[in-house]
């Protein structure tokens, strides 16, 4: 759970750094360089993204599937 959380941030945080740099090529200068940064955002971001999106759902489903069967989920603090 931990690492998807952290894969959704990153790759949510590179599709915000790439609308940025968009607004930036639109506003200043649209150069061949910019449009890399764009692209190679998109794409990274992508590749951490998707994969951390399913696995997300997927442990959230079987959180609530231990919930509903009573079975322990390992949140009780340590003593």
Request: hydrophobic share 55%; with cysteine; charged share 15%.
């Amino acid at each position: 759970a931990r690492l998807a959380s952290i894969g959704q941030r990153l790759g949510y945080a590179l599709f915000g750094l790439a609308v940025v740099v968009f607004l930036y090529g639109l506003v200043v200068d649209f150069s061949g360089g910019v449009a890399t940064v764009i692209v190679t955002c998109l794409v990274v971001g992508s590749v951490f993204l998707a994969p951390a999106i399913i696995v997300g759902y997927a442990v959230k489903a079987a959180v609530r599937d231990d919930l509903e069967h009573g079975r322990d989920i390992g949140t009780d603090p340590p003593r």
